[in-house]
């Protein structure tokens, strides 16, 4: 049992870890924002520099359910998953509905998005779909691009982390589903 704990918090340092390279990543974004803004303020650019605030304001906007759902845990790891998508340039989409109930986020679930994020590099997209059903939320995943040895990878540690298979194309799509 203690060691048990000993790595449960080891796994919180690591995610605390994680969450203040997120926050950097995101202060970063932001200043950039203001760089951006003001190069074309300088440049009497006015239009380039509204149309510019309202595309990273729709982009801000668009990943705010990540933040609202429930437990945190999730809510972090999948706000990292979405920030290893950016920083390995692969396409993000999220769908969610507004109102969302608490997600029954289980270690398999952490252990299978994070091995999702350690394998991103070199995928075209990933697109998160959270639906919410009676007393819980739908959670799929779905990655294109992948070569066909690392989908095949995803697809047996699916299998271990009780995750669903939806689709598995020889495209190098897959989409995973994780039960309520």
């Given at each position: 049992m203690k060691g048990e704990?000993?790595?449960?918090?080891?796994?919180?340092?690591?995610?605390?870890?994680?969450?203040?390279?997120?926050?950097?990543?995101?202060?970063?974004?932001?200043?950039?924002h203001f760089q951006v803004?003001?190069?074309?303020?300088?440049l009497n650019k006015n239009q380039a520099a509204l149309d510019y605030l309202r595309q990273a304001a729709a982009d801000i906007i668009a990943a705010a359910p990540l933040s609202r759902l429930k437990p945190a845990r999730a809510a972090v790891e999948l706000m990292l998953?979405?920030?290893?998508?950016?920083?390995?340039?692969?396409a993000f989409g999220l769908k969610a509905d507004s109102e969302l109930p608490e997600l029954n986020w289980t270690k398999d679930c952490s252990k299978?998005?994070?091995?999702?994020?350690?394998?991103?590099a070199g995928s075209a997209r990933l697109d998160?779909?959270?639906t919410g059903v009676p007393d819980c939320v739908k959670l799929e995943i779905g990655l294109s691009g992948l070569n066909r040895s690392r989908q095949r990878d995803l697809?047996?540690?699916?299998?271990?982390?009780?995750a669903a298979i939806l689709e598995d194309t020889p495209a190098g799509s897959i989409k995973f589903e994780f039960p309520c």
């Open positions: 704990r000993v790595v449960e918090t080891i796994q919180e340092v690591d995610l605390l870890a994680e969450l203040l390279a997120l926050y950097r990543l995101q202060r970063h974004d932001v200043l950039n803004v003001m190069g074309y303020l300088q998953l979405s920030a290893n998508c950016f920083k390995h340039d692969v299978f998005v994070a091995l999702v994020a350690e394998n991103i998160l779909n959270l697809a047996e540690a699916a299998v271990k982390f009780k």
